[in-house]
Nanobody, 121 residues
Framework: QVQVVESGGGLVQAGGSLRLSCAAS????????MGWYRQAPGKQRELVAT???????NYADSVKGRFTISRDNAENTVYLQMNSLKPEDTAVYYC???????????????WGKGTLVTVSS
């Protein structure tokens, strides 16, 4: 089993910054892709950014130039640096890890419980 835990959410004024962290733990053989998703009230969950074990990144158009995703493979940890925050960034941010576990060697997606980011105007 794999546990995924996010941290770093909070209340920030528009134009401010926050840094989210996500740590995966358990019987992990490898983690290929980790990513951040968000869900605002009344809206569907959407992709924010992803990063592979080789540090290839992908961003939603709405956050390009403002958010940066990075990871520490040795620690199975992913970060999301959020700058120039806007009120429309307000959402619960979820971390997802695509992990292969042992001894079964099957890859699955594991989700965290989410961390709330609120941006005030």
């Amino acid at each position: 089993q794999v546990q995924v835990v996010e941290s770093g959410g909070g209340l920030v004024q528009a134009g401010g910054s926050l840094r989210l962290s996500c740590a995966a733990s358990g019987r992990i053989l490898s983690i290929n892709v980790m990513g951040w998703y968000r869900q605002a009230p009344g809206k569907q969950r959407e992709l924010v950014a992803t990063i592979t074990s080789g540090s290839s990144t992908n961003y939603a158009d709405s956050v390009k130039g403002r958010f940066t995703i990075s990871r520490d493979n040795a620690e199975n940890t992913v970060y999301l640096q959020m700058n120039s925050l806007k009120p429309e960034d307000t959402a619960v941010y979820y971390c997802k890890a695509e992990a292969t576990t042992y001894p079964d060697y099957y890859g699955m997606d594991y989700w965290g419980k989410g961390t709330l980011v609120t941006v005030s105007s």
